[in-house]
């Protein structure tokens, strides 16, 4: 794919904008791209970004590898739960945004829930070759810490595939620029909606 015929231009973004009535939720695996693609995507929309990781972090006044090395993975999802919900405002008003949440976000049903319900879920999707050497950049990644990188992902992928792919929309994020990725997340937006 050309990178210019991949691009959208601004007022065809301006009119995809002013068509998205929710927030736009990046789910996938970590070291998909989310945190960064989504503050593309914000950026590109004139809309808010929030990322739930860096929200989990705030509210608990720690980082996220402590929170599951003290209290556990359950307690973190519980966590996470409420803060996907006061992001995305599970009230009657939802809020125009950007929104990437953590790899294991999605596969809790009442958070599938209320993104499906509330959002548009874009899958973010990447082979495991991409998603390892970019993993590798970051050493915040409690999943990865108890073996093999590969393998870990690997299981994970499969384990969460299935929650995935309940999501509205599917965008492969291999190795391309971000504004490639933002772009055609927004054309499969523009056709969903």
Do not use: C
């Not at 015929?5 to 068509?19: C, F, G, M, V, Y």
């Not at 739930?52 to 996220?64: N, V």
């Amino acid at each position: 794919m050309e990178l210019d015929a991949a691009l959208l231009s601004s007022s065809e973004i301006a009119r995809i904008a002013r068509r998205i009535d929710r927030p736009l939720v990046l789910v996938g695996m970590m070291g998909v791209g989310k945190t960064t693609v989504g503050r593309k995507l914000a950026h590109m929309l004139h809309m808010p970004f929030s990322d739930a990781d860096e929200e989990i972090e705030r509210a608990a006044h720690m980082p996220i590898p402590e929170i599951f090395a003290t209290y556990g993975e359950p307690y973190f999802r519980a966590g996470e739960r409420r803060v996907i919900a006061r992001l995305i405002g599970a009230g009657r008003h939802v809020d125009r945004k950007v929104l990437s949440t953590g790899g294991g976000a999605f596969v809790d049903d009442a958070t599938r829930a209320l993104i499906l319900e509330k959002g548009i879920a874009v899958w973010l999707d990447s082979d495991i070759t991409t998603l390892i050497e970019r993993v590798g950049r970051k050493d915040n990644r409690p999943l990865l810490k108890t073996g093999d990188p590969r393998e870990i992902l690997t299981r994970l992928r499969t384990e969460r595939e299935p929650f995935y792919a309940q999501a509205h929309i599917h965008i492969s994020s291999n190795a391309q620029p971000h504004q490639v990725t933002a772009s055609k997340i927004l054309k499969a937006v523009d056709q969903w909606l």
